[in-house]
C-alpha cells in the first residue's frame, strides 16, 4: 500500500492487542479482491541494447526486441513486472529494473522465450534509474536518494548504503570510482563509490535546471538538464566547472555519446545530434522528429535507440550524424486515462496516443483488435453507445469513432472547441461535455459526420465529469455537484448545487442517489430525490485521491488515484464501509465495472481487472474467463466476527482442497472442505460450530488451505 488508512488501521486493531501480527496485516496489496486479468501494456521510457537486441520498457513488461534486422523487429519474449519499467541495464545473464512503485527486480535473461525473476528489493518511494558495476546496483530513489545494493548474489539484493540527495535522484552514470547522480533540482552530485558501503561526497554542481541524465567522456559531465545541454569539466571532482552550453528546443530528459556526438532525447522535440568535439562549444548539427515524446536514448554502434513513449522504441540510423534516419521501430501503447466496457470489449482512452479496443473475452488472454490515433491530442475519456465510440479529449474536443467492426476503428466526425473536454456522457442523440474551464456543452450528434453544438452553461468551477439521468445532468464540478435541468438544451438552467468540500472529479447516479469522487475527501454519497436540494446522507474518507467511481449493487467502487481501487460497501448509503481494496501499480484514473469485475485504468500501469470476491456470482457471466492467475487464500469477511463468516479462495486449476479450522494450539476443530474442486473463485461459511456440532469460545483460529502443492493460513477472531 502506498498510504495507510486509518479506518482500516481500526479494523485490525484487536489484532494488533493480542498478536503481532499487524504489520502482514496492513501492508497487504489487497483484501478481498482478485487480479483476474492484466493489459500491461504501456508507455517505453528506456531500453538497454546489447549487440542487435534491445531489453526496453513497454509498460510494465520487460520486452526483449531482436533489431538485427532493424526494419522487421522479432520480439523473443517478454515478462510483466509489478509496476512501470522506468529504467533497465543489462549485465552478463542479468537484467537490473528501476520499476517504479516495485523497487529494485532483477531478471534472469539467459533465455528470453523464458524470462525469470530470481531477486527483488522493495524500496520505497519511486526507483526511476540504476547503473550497476562489479557487484553493486546503484539506484536512483526519488526522495530517498541514491540506495546502493550488493548484487553479488542476484537472489538476495542487500542494500549497503545510502545517499541522500535532499530532491529527486534521477539518474546515474558510473566512471572508475566515481558515480555521477543528478537530481532533479538539486544538479549534479559527484560520489567516491571506491568503497561502495560508504559513498563520499567529493562535488557538486548546481546546474540550475531540471537536471535529468548524464554521459561522461574524457574528463567532461555531459548533463541534460532540461534547458538544454550542460557540458561540466570535472577534471576536479571536487570543483566542477560548467564550460559549455547547447540550447534545445525542447526540455532534454537525457544523453548519450558516441566519439564525437552526443545524442539528446528533446522530449517533444525528438532526437538532437550535437557536435562535442570542442567541449567549450557543443554545436547541434543534426535532428529528426520521433512524433512521440522522446524520453530516454541509447546508443549501438551506427545506431540510436530512442524511448519514444507512447511512440515506442525508435531505431535512427546515425551514421552520417547530420542526417539522422529512422530505420525501424517497436511500437508500445499510451498512458491509460479512461475505459469503458461493453460486450467483449474494453475500450481505452489513451492520452497521448488514441483509441484503444480490448477483446476481454477472455480475461486471462486480453488481445488487442483495433486502434484510432488521436495525433497526440490527449484523449482523457470514452463512452460508448451505439456503434460509436465518443473520445474526449484535452485539447481537440470531442472525436466520434465508427466501431460497427471493432477490428476497424473509423474516426467519422469531430466536434472541436478550444477547451478542455475532459469526460462525456451520451444520452440519445446529445453528447453531454463536461469541459474543465468551461463548464457543460451539449452537442447533437444524430449526424456523427457533423456533430452542432446546441446547449451551453457555464460553471463556476472546473467541470470534470457529467452524468445524464432523464432531465438532468449532474456534474462533478471542482466546487461539487451541480444539478442542471437539461430538458430544453437551449435554454439549460441550474436546478441545485451541494458543495462537497473536495474537487469533485467524478459522478455515478444510481437511484436517488449521486455518488461522488472528492478527490482528497474521498467518497460522498447525496440524497437528489429532491434536485433542488441535495443533501449529503454518507460517505467515506477513501486513502488518498478518489477520481473515478462507479456502482455496482451494494458495492460502490473507486479508482482512488495513488491507492488504486477501493470497493465500498454502500448497503447503507448512511454508513458506508470499505470492504475490500486492490493496490494497483500506478496512478488509478478511471474505471468501469460489470457485475463484480472492475476494469481500471492506471495510467502507466495500463489496465488492472480486478474480481470483487465478496460478491460470489456475476451479472456478467464470466465463468469460462475469470479463472483466477494465481491460488490465493484471501482473509475472513467479516473479520472479527459473530457468529459466522465467509472463507474466499482462489484456485487457478482443478485440485483437491481441504480447508481446516485449528485453535491456537494447534488442534484440528473442523473441517470446512475436502473435496476435489474445479477451478475458480471459492467460498466456504464458518458458523463457529466444531465437528461435533458445539459452540466455540472466543478467541483467536487458524484456517488453512491445502490444494495441490500450495498450502497457506491466516488468522480470524470470533467474539461471541
Known amino acids: 500500500m502506498k498510504k495507510i488508512k486509518s479506518s482500516r488501521i481500526a479494523f485490525y486493531f484487536i489484532f494488533i492487542f493480542i498478536l503481532t501480527i499487524s504489520t502482514s496485516a496492513l501492508t497487504q496489496d489487497s483484501q478481498n479482491c482478485t487480479l483476474v486479468g492484466r493489459w500491461a501494456y504501456g508507455e517505453c521510457y528506456h531500453a538497454d541494447v546489447v549487440e542487435n537486441i534491445a531489453y526496453m520498457g513497454n509498460g510494465a513488461y520487460l520486452q526483449i526486441v531482436d533489431f538485427s534486422n532493424p526494419s522487421n523487429p522479432n520480439e523473443l519474449g517478454k515478462l510483466i513486472l509489478p509496476s512501470f519499467m522506468r529504467e533497465i541495464d543489462v549485465v552478463g545473464n542479468y537484467a537490473y529494473v528501476a520499476n517504479e512503485t516495485s523497487g529494485l527486480r532483477i531478471i534472469d535473461v539467459s533465455n528470453p522465450a523464458n524470462l525469470v525473476e530470481v531477486g527483488h528489493y522493495d524500496t520505497e518511494d519511486f526507483a ?22 550488493d548484487i553479488s548474489t542476484p537472489s538476495e539484493p542487500i542494500e549497503v548504503a545510502v545517499f541522500d540527495t535532499t530532491g529527486w535522484a534521477y539518474r546515474v552514470t558510473l566512471q572508475g570510482n566515481y558515480a555521477y547522480l543528478v537530481s532533479y533540482y538539486q544538479g549534479l552530485w559527484i560520489l567516491d563509490i571506491s568503497t561502495p558501503t560508504n559513498p563520499v561526497l567529493v562535488g557538486h554542481f548546481a546546474t ?21 545541454l550542460q557540458v561540466i569539466d570535472v577534471s576536479t571532482p571536487s570543483n566542477p566547472v560548467e564550460v559549455g552550453f547547447c540550447d534545445t528546443p525542447g526540455g532534454p530528459a537525457n544523453v548519450v555519446l558516441n566519439e564525437n556526438y552526443a545524442y539528446v532525447a528533446d522530449w517533444y522535440h525528438g532526437l538532437r545530434v550535437i557536435d562535442i568535439s570542442t567541449p567549450t562549444n557543443p554545436v547541434e548539427v543534426g535532428f529528426i522528429d520521433t512524433d512521440g515524446i522522446a524520453r530516454s536514448v541509447v546508443c549501438n554502434n551506427n545506431y540510436v535507440y530512442v524511448s519514444d513513449r507512447g511512440n515506442g522504441l525508435r531505431v535512427i540510423d546515425v551514421s552520417t550524424p547530420t542526417n539522422p534516419v529512422e530505420i525501424g521501430y517497436s511500437k508500445t501503447t499510451g498512458l491509460s486515462a479512461g475505459i469503458a466496457v461493453r460486450d467483449n470489449y474494453a475500450y481505452l482512452a489513451e492520452e497521448y496516443t488514441g483509441l484503444r479496443i480490448i477483446d476481454i473475452s477472455n480475461l486471462a488472454n486480453l488481445t488487442e483488435i483495433g486502434f484510432v490515433s488521436n495525433q497526440n491530442e490527449r484523449a482523457s475519456r ?8 465518443y473520445l474526449s479529449s484535452m485539447i481537440d474536443g470531442l472525436r466520434i469513432v465508427n466501431i460497427s467492426d471493432p477490428a476497424n476503428p473509423i474516426l467519422e466526425g469531430s466536434f472541436k472547441i478550444e477547451e478542455n473536454v475532459y469526460d462525456v456522457a451520451i444520452n440519445g442523440n446529445f453528447a453531454y461535455m463536461a469541459c474543465t474551464n468551461d463548464g457543460l456543452r451539449i452537442v447533437d450528434i444524430s449526424d456523427p459526420a457533423n456533430p452542432v453544438e446546441v446547449g451551453f452553461f457555464d460553471t463556476a468551477g472546473r467541470t470534470l465529469d457529467v452524468a445524464i439521468i432523464d432531465n438532468y445532468a449532474y456534474l462533478a464540478d471542482s466546487d461539487g455537484l451541480r444539478i442542471v435541468d437539461i430538458s430544453n438544451p437551449a435554454n439549460l438552467t441550474e436546478t441545485g448545487f451541494f458543495d462537497t468540500g473536495g474537487t469533485a472529479s467524478g459522478v455515478v447516479v444510481n437511484g436517488d442517489l449521486a455518488y461522488m469522487a472528492d478527490g482528497t475527501e474521498g467518497l460522498r454519497i447525496i440524497d437528489i430525490s429532491n434536485p433542488a436540494n441535495p443533501a449529503e446522507i454518507g460517505f467515506y474518507d477513501t486513502d ?3 477520481r473515478s467511481v462507479e456502482v455496482s449493487g451494494n458495492y460502490a467502487y ?19 464501509a470499505e470492504a475490500g481494496f486492490y493496490d494497483t501499480g500506478d496512478l488509478a484514473q478511471d474505471l468501469a465495472v460489470v457485475g463484480n469485475i472492475a476494469y481500471v485504468a492506471d495510467n502507466r500501469g495500463g489496465v488492472y481487472i480486478i474480481r470483487n470476491d465478496l460478491v460470489t456470482t456475476s451479472v456478467q457471466d464470466h465463468s469460462n474467463t475469470t479463472t483466477p492467475v494465481e491460488f490465493k487464500l484471501l482473509q475472513n469477511y467479516p473479520n472479527p466476527f459473530n457468529p459466522s463468516t465467509r472463507i474466499t479462495y482462489n484456485l487457478n486449476s482443478p485440485v483437491l482442497v ?20 474445479s477451478a475458480g473463485c471459492k467460498s466456504v461459511v464458518w458458523n463457529g460450530l466444531d465437528e461435533q456440532g458445539k459452540k466455540v469460545t472466543s478467541g483467536i483460529y487458524i484456517y488453512q488451505i491445502k490444494a495441490g502443492n500450495f498450502t497457506a493460513s491466516k488468522k480470524m477472531l470470533l467474539i461471541q
Open 544 to 546: 488518498s485521491y478518489a
Open 558 to 576: 473507486i479508482a482512488d488515484y495513488y491507492s488504486g481501487l477501493q470497493v465500498i460497501d454502500v448497503t447503507d448509503p448512511s454508513n458506508p
Open 658 to 677: 481441504t480447508i481446516k479450522i485449528y485453535n491456537l494450539q494447534g488442534q484440528e476443530i473442523k473441517i470446512l472442505v475436502n473435496e476435489f474442486q
Open 382 to 389: 470514452v463512452d460508448v453507445a451505439g456503434n460509436y465510440a
Open 128 to 149: 526511476v534509474g540504476i547503473s550497476v558495476s562489479d557487484n553493486y546496483a546503484y539506484l536512483c530513489n526519488y526522495d530517498e536518494g541514491l540506495r546502493i545494493f
Open 208 to 228: 540550475g535546471g531540471a537536471a535529468q541524465g548524464v554521459a561522461l567522456k574524457d574528463n567532461f559531465a555531459y548533463v541534460a538538464n532540461g534547458r538544454g
